[in-house]
């Protein structure tokens, strides 16, 4: 049914579309329909690969055998499908799709190459000595679980003796600590019972010597919002990561309570290490 040539025909003549013989039809939505094949094809490699429980997200997409997925493409060939948009008379529209889905893999490419060069840096990073840090701001996204976390650590690590704050780049001021995350928390001697998330504004990013994030995320947005001080940030899991590993510390805000821990091995051994390293390491710069 061409419903733009009935609209225009039903407005400007009264004229009603002719009744056509209806049969069942199935189309694709070509992009959405990829997404879902890379996704599926993804979950059943970890399921092969995996030895522990699986991923949040393995819960929220529908999976079914992958060559069943891929075998009902062959419908577009016997005309059982067809894809959305897609007309001999009108090639605009799939062709359009097609670039896109080009686009969006090709794009898709460039942002792993460049995350995998921001990770390398963030490891190489922590060769450098740290000059004149008395000040540490340590940051994640809504500082209810990290960054809250690793703040009141590396405080307690180095004795008091550098300036230790913890803030979030993308939450508001005020929040609770998620019970999951606190009570496992408190089971390693940090309380945050009483702790509330502060935003952080740019005096708290002027006022601290050394920045301590968390992941790829906070590096750009950083970097959007105030430049100037990449030479003074460092990401904190890159303390103890190898040239090659991910520095990443993942977000435990919607996570089980094993994965809670593993998060919070990943932030005792980095807090653990930053320490050490500002105790050898940070030094006044010379006259």
Request: charged content about 30%; proline content about 6%.
């Amino acid at each position: 049914v061409d419903f733009p040539l009935a609209l225009v025909e039903l407005l400007l003549d009264k004229r009603r579309p002719e009744p056509v013989s209806a049969r069942p039809a199935y189309a694709r939505a070509l992009g959405r329909d990829l997404q879902w094949l890379k996704q599926v094809a993804r979950v059943r490699v970890g399921d092969l690969r995996r030895r522990g429980p699986p991923p949040p997200e393995r819960k929220l997409l529908l999976v079914r055998p992958l060559p069943r997925s891929l075998l009902e493409w062959c419908r577009l060939l016997t005309g059982r499908e067809t894809l959305d948009g897609a007309a001999l008379d009108d090639l605009a529209p799939i062709l359009w799709e097609l670039r896109k889905q080009v686009s969006d893999v090709t794009d898709a490419l460039f942002r792993k190459l460049r995350q995998r060069q921001i990770r390398r840096a963030a490891v190489v990073a922590w060769q450098k000595p740290l000059i004149n840090v008395r000040r540490i701001m340590v940051l994640c996204s809504g500082n209810i679980c990290r960054s809250a976390y690793a703040g009141i650590r590396l405080g307690a690590a180095l004795n008091g003796k550098l300036e230790v704050r913890s803030g979030g780049l993308s939450g508001s001021t005020g929040m609770r600590s998620p019970d999951i995350f606190a009570a496992a928390a408190g089971r390693r001697g940090i309380d945050l019972t009483t702790h509330r998330s502060h935003a952080v504004d740019d005096a708290d990013l002027d006022w601290a010597d050394l920045i301590l994030i968390m992941d790829g995320r906070h590096a750009d947005a950083l970097a959007a919002r105030r430049p100037e001080a990449s030479s003074r940030t460092r990401w904190l899991g890159g303390a103890v990561a190898k040239r090659g590993d991910d520095p990443t510390i993942a977000d435990p805000v919607d996570f089980a309570a094993d994965q809670v821990e593993t998060v919070l091995d990943a932030l005792d051994r980095a807090t653990d290490a930053v320490a050490a390293h500002v105790r050898v390491n940070a030094r006044p710069s010379d006259p």
